[in-house]
């Protein structure tokens, strides 16, 4: 990915890392099976993580390089954006795509490797503000208001094992920021109905479930087919509730 | 001796996810390979699902991102290798359509490959996967693999076998096609599990829940009546209507090992220790003697207004024609798991709420071997024992709706989740953790070996050398 932006690297990788090549040939997770392009990496610093993965500097990666890419010698450095391959004492990792230490690509100059890490950190937080956008602009609603009333759906047949559970939240709307909904105010909301997935099947474990009184700005989906007649919309993705401060940011980009 | 392993790697020692439900396959060709499952999912989010994965009989254990499940966990996933050639066969529901899948790894543990996809399906549930070499004759060689699987597409018979003859090597579909072992009506379909035993005679046993009459439901759960039905195949499932050898006093393929038993089907509800109830089955045949054949599976007793939840073991000596009566009957357990060793030995893994002399519940994982088939008290191994409250649950199953037994020559392994908090009294044969934590002060520490984590649903492995060679000394190991 030669033209790729640091945002475009950090986007497509799941870790990204910079350090410093300490052996090849060989891995630091028993068992792992290494070839001329595995590497053993001393982490410098940490570019992207989730929370469950902490890396401090020091820590040791395993990386199997890019075919595409040349060949690291123990003593170099890079910038690391990878996938993952194994998890045991340590972790080995699959390399997308690299960048020489400390140089961020596009218009920012480079400050070292805590302007790499600054420049990570901002790139992040606007890839997180873009998936909102995104999710809001697939949205056919969005709405500012709070929960007022939950009840079970009518349920049609036998309950079975991977079924929704539909229920049914009624939201207090004051805000219709956009979608075919008629406006209310804070002194006379708009009452809305809105299905949601109410088992805690593993299935449904990540879809959203409203609780009383929970308020923010809702990002709905029409209802589609029978259940339509019972709901108009729909809230099934963990990102369809924002905080209402997130209004501002949908409203900036055209959300 | 008994060895206990919980499974999370090191590097995953901040981790907090709840990772129930497992399941595990050991190479019968080398045992020290072992892959095991659970709702586990790629801590970084990727598209490949992990598997647990030890190359060390289960000592040490990492996660390999081997399978394509379209995101960072699975649904449901069952495992096996066949008998020799050290192939891995698995099928899963995948995450983002829950898709029945069915997989092939040709070296898990030597590759970092994604496994092959050889089937995928939708509208179906819970597959479970079993498999066997042909050891010699006709078709030696061959691995024939039998997924039991919740068949919607085939509603009201819903209970179904996915079978291969020679799956190890022939492109996608690799030979599988799935068949109905259900011949009889339905409440509208049968139960989700579906379950496989495969002798290497060719003997292959299939046994499933039959809902016979619906029986009302309610917020989150539904309640039924149930037939337990074998149903058996002589010649691999070779034939052009497998699993019809064993007919009903009704002229009906599959034999009715147990009629009308009330069941609460609790989908979305836990009311046993946070766990959900109602589909508990498994089954194993002696690999020494294809006619003996054990079968466990859970009822309520009480009936509608029953809040008992009952284990219930029978054996068949005669290929499953007739029936011992309960063996054993265990009351308020889940995830029954049947083995039988090379000797004829018995093991039932189990997972019991028990009181605790407080007047609050832990859960108990028990290994039961009996050489007597209970007529004698068994050998009772309590392999984990946890407060059933701790920790809160995040989604269901909790603990799992199945846990798995296995049988290599004379030894058992398995693998069952539970709370893995670092506290040897709920271990009292020892546990081994490769995750930071601190026994001393009962507390898991992040990779940092500082930062506090908080108790989680852990898988744990087990192996169980038979005969004990320290029958005196278990705990010592």
Same mark, same amino acid.
């Given at each position: ?66 075919? *595409? ?22 972790? %080995?990792?699959?390399?997308?795509? &690299? ?50 009333? $939950? ?65 923010? $700005? ?8 029978? =259940? ?28 | =001796? ?61 996660? &390999? ?27 899963? #529901? ?6 029945? #899948?069915?997989?092939? %790894? ?8 994604? =496994? ?62 799935? !068949?109905?072992?259900? &011949? ?41 009546? =149930? ?18 050898? #064993? ?27 946070? *766990? ?32 008992? @939840? ?55 994982? !028990?290994?039961?071997?009996? &050489?007597?088939?209970? %007529? ?95 029958? @005196? ?5």
């Amino acid at each position: 990915m030669p033209d790729s932006t640091l945002k475009d690297l950090l986007a497509s990788a799941a870790l990204a890392f910079t350090g410093t090549v300490t052996a090849t040939g060989s891995s630091s997770v028993a068992g792992f099976p290494a070839d001329d392009r595995t590497a053993v990496v001393t982490v410098r610093e940490v570019l992207k993580a989730p929370d469950v993965l902490t890396l401090p500097a020091g820590a040791t990666v395993t990386v199997q390089l890019s075919p *595409e890419l040349p060949v690291l010698a123990a003593g170099e450095s890079a910038s690391f954006f990878t996938d993952a391959l194994a998890y045991g004492d340590s972790v %080995a990792v699959r390399e997308l795509a &690299r960048l020489p230490a400390g140089v961020p690509p596009g218009p920012a100059q480079p400050e070292g490797d805590s302007g790499t890490r600054r420049e990570a950190s901002a790139a992040l937080r606007e890839l997180a503000q873009e998936e909102i956008i995104a999710h809001a602009r697939e949205a056919d609603a969005v709405v500012r208001g709070y929960v007022v009333a $939950l009840e079970a759906a009518p349920q049609a047949q036998e309950p079975r094992e991977y079924d929704p559970h539909w229920w049914v939240a009624t939201l207090a709307v004051d805000v219709v920021e956009k979608g075919d909904i008629p406006l209310g105010d804070a002194r006379d909301p708009v009452p809305v109905r809105v299905l949601y997935a109410n088992s805690i099947d593993h299935r449904w474990r990540d879809a959203l479930k409203p609780k009383a009184g929970q308020s923010g $700005l809702w990002l709905l989906h029409r209802t589609d087919g029978p =259940m339509a007649g019972i709901a108009p919309f729909q809230v099934l993705h963990a990102m369809d509730l924002q905080p209402s401060l997130q209004l501002d940011l949908i409203r900036g980009q055209g959300g | =001796m008994l060895i206990i392993v919980n499974m999370t790697p090191a590097s995953l020692s901040g981790e907090t996810r709840q990772d129930s439900e497992p399941n595990i396959a050991v190479d019968p060709g080398n045992p020290a390979t072992i892959v095991a499952t659970a709702f586990t999912p790629d801590p970084l989010g990727g598209s490949n699902a992990p598997v647990y994965v030890s190359s060390d009989g289960g000592l040490s254990w990492q996660l &390999r991102t081997i399978v394509p499940s379209g995101g960072p966990t699975t649904a449901d996933i069952s495992l096996s290798f066949a008998s020799s050639g050290g192939t891995l066969y698995a099928g899963i #529901l995948n995450r983002p359509n829950f898709h029945f #899948l069915v997989l092939r %790894a040709p070296d898990p543990v030597g590759s970092t490959s994604p =496994m092959t996809i050889l089937v995928d399906r939708a509208n179906e549930d819970q597959p479970w996967v079993s498999a066997a070499t042909v050891p010699g004759g006709a078709g030696g060689g061959d691995d024939r693999v039998y997924i039991g699987h919740n068949d919607f597409n085939a509603s009201p018979r819903t209970a179904s076998v996915e079978l291969s003859t020679d799956a190890r090597t022939a492109g996608q579909p690799a030979g599988f096609g799935t !068949h109905g072992v259900e &011949r009889r009506g339905t409440a509208g379909q049968d139960g989700p599990p579906t379950r496989t035993a495969v002798h290497p005679d060719g003997t292959v046993y299939a046994c499933f829940q039959r809902w016979v009459t619906n029986e009302g439901s309610g917020p989150g759960f539904s309640d039924h009546t =149930m037939d337990v039905v074998i149903t058996r195949d002589d010649n691999w499932g070779l034939g052009g209507n497998p699993f019809s050898a #064993l007919v009903g006093d009704d002229g009906q393929a599959g034999v009715r090992l147990a009629t009308g038993r009330f069941i609460r089907f609790t989908a979305s509800t836990g009311p046993l220790g946070q *766990e959900r109830i109602g589909a508990d089955l498994a089954i194993a045949v002696d690999p020494t003697n294809s006619s003996r054949v054990f079968v466990a599976w859970a009822d309520r007793v009480g009936g509608k207004a029953g809040t008992d @939840w009952t284990i219930h073991v029978q054996r068949s000596a005669d290929r499953g024609a007739t029936w011992s009566g309960d063996l054993l009957t265990l009351t308020n357990g889940k995830n029954p798991a049947l083995a039988i060793n090379s000797e004829g030995t018995v093991g039932m893994l189990f997972q019991l709420l028990e009181p605790d002399g407080t007047g609050g519940t832990r859960w108990v994982t !028990h290994l039961h071997l009996t &050489r007597t088939d209970w %007529a004698l008290a068994p050998t009772d191994r309590v392999l984990h024992t946890a407060p059933s409250g701790i920790p809160s649950r995040i989604f269901l199953p909790y603990l799992g709706d199945y846990v798995r037994l296995l049988s290599v020559g004379t030894n058992f392994y398995g693998v069952f989740c539970g709370s893995n908090q670092p506290d040897q009294g709920n271990f009292p044969n020892g546990v081994t953790y490769q995750r930071n934590a601190n026994f001393g002060t009962g507390q898991l520490l992040a990779n940092d070996n500082i930062t506090p984590v908080t108790v989680s649903i852990d898988p744990f492995f087990f192996f169980r050398q038979e005969p004990d060679p320290l029958p @005196w000394a278990p705990s010592l190991l």
